[in-house]
């Protein structure tokens, strides 16, 4: 079973890879896209990718899946305590 953390990043990636499309804020995806110089071979501009990889999960969070608390999050892609536990990594 994928954990929390890989299925958002892999839904993060997917959604840069779309070019930041369906969030309905395009001034959310005109900052993020701006961040990359198409010119010079997909440089950063201003922000290392540690940095990118943050916002664009937080953003990817609060207005892709429109969720404000982590429980919420999780229950949005795991139906049982079983799944959000075995999903954390908690051993039982």
Do not use: C
Not at 43 to 68: D, I
């Amino acid at each position: 079973m994928e954990k929390l953390h890989q299925i958002i990043s892999a839904n993060v990636r997917a959604w840069r890879e779309n070019e930041y499309s369906g969030n309905g804020f395009p001034a959310i995806a005109e900052i993020l896209e701006y961040q990359v110089d198409p010119e010079s071979g997909g440089t950063r501009r201003f922000f290392r990718a540690p940095q990118m990889n943050g916002l664009g999960t937080y953003w990817y969070v609060r207005v892709v899946e429109k969720k404000t608390h982590i429980f919420d999050l999780q229950k949005g892609f795991f139906q049982k305590k079983a799944e959000v536990i075995k999903a954390q990594g908690i051993s039982q």
